[in-house]
């Protein structure tokens, strides 16, 4: 089987628990195909966190098998994940910026770590600045930065390297609901343009319906619902263009 029809990512009877505590999330057998657009949503408490988590590498599950661009994850040595979360891009709730480093610099992080040509760094930083109109705090670090800013720039660096699956926790829950369109707009051109897997967490009912392509995974208690079909939806035809600016 093509790793397309195997999908991106595939969980089969995965549970997870912390330490002896009951199961935070139960029986998760789905699959994210590439190039789709989710969002994940579910009250508070319901195991989105818990879910991102097993998503960007960081937790692993009690139980079950998780596959993710064709590699089995719970066989994989601890020292493979580094080369696998690259191909990852994760906007983290509370933003996990760099202190030191300027915003322009912290959103430079994923290309510099891949080798890029300092010149392409530099024209593709300033473009997705502009893009999230941040072109005027280019050289503040975080701690001058308000919690919107420091939210666009988190977004600007886990999208910057075009990765090939996009996991954003409430991306949008710092930011007024102009600029959260904005971003919206910009997970979208990722997944038509580029292909990207979109993930996005959100408890923001009003967000669903601005992705008209999108499919919704809902969390109840652990457990996932599948209110568009999101869980069994067919693979659609990746997308090859580049971004624009």
Known sequence: MNDRLAGHVKFDNVGLRYGTDPEVLSNLSFTLYPGSFYFLTGASGAGKTSLLKLLYLAQRPSRGAIRMFGQDLITMPRERLPDLRRRLGVV???????????????????????????????????????????????????????????????????????????????????VDPEMALKLLRLFEALNNRVGTT??????????????????????????????????RYPPRPAASSEIGA
């Open 92 to 174: 983290f709730q509370n933003f996990r910026l760099v202190p030191h480093l300027t915003a322009f610099d912290n959103v430079a992080l994923p290309l510099r770590l891949a080798g890029a040509d300092e010149k392409r760094v530099v024209k593709a930083v300033a473009e997705m600045l502009d893009w999230v109109g941040l072109t005027h705090r280019a050289h503040a670090i975080p701690a001058t930065l308000s919690g919107g800013e420091q939210q666009r720039v988190a977004i600007a660096r886990a999208v910057i390297a075009r990765p090939q699956m996009l996991i954003a926790d409430e991306p949008t829950g710092n």
């Open 198 to 231: 979109v993930v996005v967490a959100t408890h923001d009912v009003h967000l669903l319906k601005k992705v008209p392509d999108s499919l919704i995974m809902r969390l109840n208690k652990g457990q996932l619902s599948d209110p568009t079909g999101a869980l």
